[in-house]
């Protein structure tokens, strides 16, 4: 089954000036199919085998230019770390510690958090982001075998 929101992201791209490539298309499809928020070093390696000439480089390159027309979203952890979402509605992220996997977690906006910090600190709040970390099923089912 094809991914419905892959296929409006492509159509969204058309109405860009952004050239639709192999790389770019397989880098987008790999994105929208990956549940895991990848690094653009896990990108490059599940499709590395699949575009020899391809460098990290090139992969994080294209996924700035999906990001400044809004397709996905980045989340810095300094320098090198970033992660991708496919998902640009709002969200919360819940993370592994063991294994960084990071997992959607839909709950409803902390929109006072904001507005409180806004009062307090008078900064223009712009966003907020939100984690929580714990232990994902797969490393708490490997922890158990080990023991
Ligand atoms: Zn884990
Ligand atoms: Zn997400």
Not at 52 to 63: D, E, G, H, I, K
Not at 67 to 73: A, N
Not at 76 to 103: A, L
């Amino acid at each position: 089954m094809e991914n419905h929101r892959l296929q409006e992201a492509l159509h969204s791209l058309k109405s860009t000036k952004v050239r639709m490539t192999p790389q770019r298309h397989a880098i987008l499809e790999f994105l929208f199919n990956a549940k895991m928020h990848p690094t653009a070093d896990e990108i490059y390696k599940a499709l590395e085998g699949k575009f020899p000439n391809m460098s990290v480089a090139t992969v994080y390159n294209n996924l700035r230019v999906f990001k400044e027309v809004g397709l996905v979203r980045e989340l810095t952890y300094g320098d090198s770390s970033s992660r991708f979402d496919s998902n640009t509605s709002d969200h919360y992220h819940v993370i592994c510690e063991e294994c960084g996997k990071m997992v959607d977690f839909h709950y409803p906006g902390l929109d006072e958090v904001e507005t409180l910090a806004e009062h307090v600190t008078n900064f223009t709040i712009k966003h907020h982001r939100m984690e929580i970390y714990g232990v994902c099923p797969d490393c708490i089912k490997k922890e158990k075998q080990q023991h």
